[in-house]
């Protein structure tokens, strides 16, 4: 919300809705914004990727540097529902604070650190474009190294 006050001394209270990018696998009905903020919502949240946080995450921290970076996974479940709208995501981050992405149908995608985040999805888009069907495949695509993607059958 934002107050713009007048010179009569009045003013006008503007209150935006924030924009949901992802809805949290637990607890039910929490959802991450656009700005990286995560709140309890009723909003219709379909085709939006899904995030699985470890528990400790969801804990309240006084440390900046024991959190997880909500922002950087705002922009990544924004990223994948404009870059792969008819793909259902689950954005998985583990103890360690690496990111993976579950399709869905077998495959993981590992991304590693939130770092070049932009650069991995463009592999990914890439690796996609030239094999629609890859991630229908039981394989593990690791992009944490964007430059050398690598793919491993799972048994």
Do not use: C, Y
């Not at 995450?57 to 922009?75: N, T, Y």
């Amino acid at each position: 919300a934002k107050l713009e006050p007048n010179l009569l001394g009045r003013g006008v209270l503007r209150v935006e809705q924030k924009g949901v990018v992802s809805k949290m696998d637990s607890p039910e009905g929490f959802v991450l914004a656009d700005d990286g903020s995560v709140f309890e919502s009723t909003t219709n949240t379909e085709g939006l990727p899904t995030l699985s946080l470890p528990q400790s995450f969801l804990k309240p921290v006084a440390s900046p540097l024991s959190g997880w970076r909500s922002g950087a996974v705002a922009d990544l479940s924004q990223q994948l529902t404009e870059r792969f709208p008819h793909q259902e995501w689950m954005i998985i981050i583990t103890d360690e604070r690496q990111l993976q992405l579950d399709p869905g149908s077998g495959a993981i995608v590992l991304l590693g650190t939130f770092n070049n985040l932009g650069e991995k999805l463009d592999s990914l888009q890439s690796i996609m474009s030239d094999d629609p069907e890859i991630l229908e495949e039981r394989i593990e695509l690791n992009l944490i190294s964007a430059k050398n993607p690598a793919k491993r059958q799972i048994d």
